[in-house]
């Protein structure tokens, strides 16, 4: 393409809320053939709320939500937001000593009992029995519910169900895509059976679920090697190395100013459904307009 015609193709996006970095960044969304989407906060609304409270026997759902507010206070994970909307300013107990496990939850002190708060991985590598709530657990993810286990003193005190709406351009951004020849792949480090569902619910060709937040880039680096142009969109602090990674990036605006620095291509709208736009402006700019 023309000096010209990239900068009528660049400044066409612009207007439109589509901002490209760069020329490559234009030139090589024309050539890509799989669009990997994160799910939390690009195909869904990155505001979670808790839906249902599962409390294991002799414990009360005020027990439960007290016990994980206390320790999600310390965390500034979305989960961890939806936690404490639901319990409210006045939570019972304090906990000490946070940490958090990345990609797996978190863990912390109430008095001198450990709470550990997150997905099955975490509650296995700790040896916390799941039985008495595993179908509960299956049910809740089967139904596109991300779970938080929450164990304290060593023992399963509960399940809480969050939810997270797609957002409303999601499907059909999917679906275009597919139309355009090019694949759709979601990524996330929630768990197999959740995303399973939401990927079921939005037509998505591949699902890579229980993904480390350090893994990403590499599965994206996986793609490539087997022959893929790979587009990342991604808004989140763990999307930024993959984004870097992927032949062309796309941070939603809404998201963290990390993303936008790593992306090429920054969707000011924060609507998924301007990747495709982003395609098709870039295959009318190189195709036709040289
Ligand atoms: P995503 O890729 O969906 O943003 P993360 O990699 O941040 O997910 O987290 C993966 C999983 O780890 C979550 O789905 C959740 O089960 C668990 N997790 C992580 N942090 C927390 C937390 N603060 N509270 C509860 N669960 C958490
Ligand atoms: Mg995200």
């Known amino acids: 393409?023309?000096?010209?015609?990239?900068?009528?193709?660049?400044?066409?996006?612009?207007?439109?809320?589509?901002?490209?970095?760069?020329?490559?960044?234009?030139?090589?969304?024309?050539?890509l053939t799989v669009v990997v989407f994160d799910k939390t906060g690009t195909l869904t609304l990155g505001q979670p709320d808790v839906v249902e409270m599962v409390p294991a026997s002799?414990?009360?759902?005020?027990?439960?939500?007290?016990?994980?507010?206390?320790?999600?206070k310390f965390s500034e994970h979305p989960l961890a937001l939806a936690v404490l909307k639901r319990a409210g300013p006045d939570i019972a107990e304090t906990a000490?000593?946070?940490?958090?496990?990345?990609?797996?939850g978190a863990r912390a002190q109430i008095g001198d009992e450990v709470v550990l708060l997150g997905n099955r991985k975490l509650m296995e590598a700790e040896r916390i029995d799941l039985s008495e709530l595993a179908a509960e657990a299956a049910r809740l993810q089967g139904g596109g519910r991300t779970v938080v286990h929450v164990a304290r003193a060593g023992r399963l005190i509960g399940l809480i169900a969050i939810a997270d709406a797609v957002r409303p351009t999601s499907k059909a951004t999917i679906a275009?895509?597919?139309?355009?020849?090019?694949?759709?792949?979601?990524?996330?480090g929630d768990n197999q059976a959740t995303a399973i569902r939401i990927g079921k619910e939005l037509g998505i060709d591949i699902v890579l679920a229980d993904v480390l937040p350090g893994q990403k880039a590499s599965k994206i680096k996986e793609l490539q090697a087997q022959g893929h142009k790979v587009g990342?969109?991604?808004?989140?602090?763990?999307d930024a190395p993959a984004l870097t990674q992927a032949d062309v990036g796309f941070a939603i605006g809404a998201g963290t100013d990390v993303a936008m620095e790593s992306a090429q291509v920054v969707l000011m709208k924060s609507d998924p459904f301007d990747v495709v736009g982003?395609?098709?402006?870039?295959?009318?700019?190189?195709?036709?307009?040289?």
């Open 58 to 72: 002799g414990v009360t759902e005020t027990q439960l939500l007290g016990t994980a507010a206390a320790v999600e």
């Open 232 to 238: 990342m969109v991604g808004d989140g602090i763990n």
């Open 96 to 104: 000490s000593a946070f940490t958090n496990i990345d990609g797996q």
């Open 278 to 290: 982003a395609i098709e402006l870039s295959r009318a700019t190189l195709h036709k307009m040289h």
């Open 1 to 31: 393409a023309t000096p010209m015609a990239i900068m009528v193709g660049t400044g066409l996006g612009a207007m439109n809320g589509i901002l490209f970095k760069n020329a490559a960044a234009l030139e090589n969304a024309t050539k």
């Open 176 to 188: 275009k895509l597919q139309e355009r020849g090019v694949k759709v792949a979601m990524i996330t």
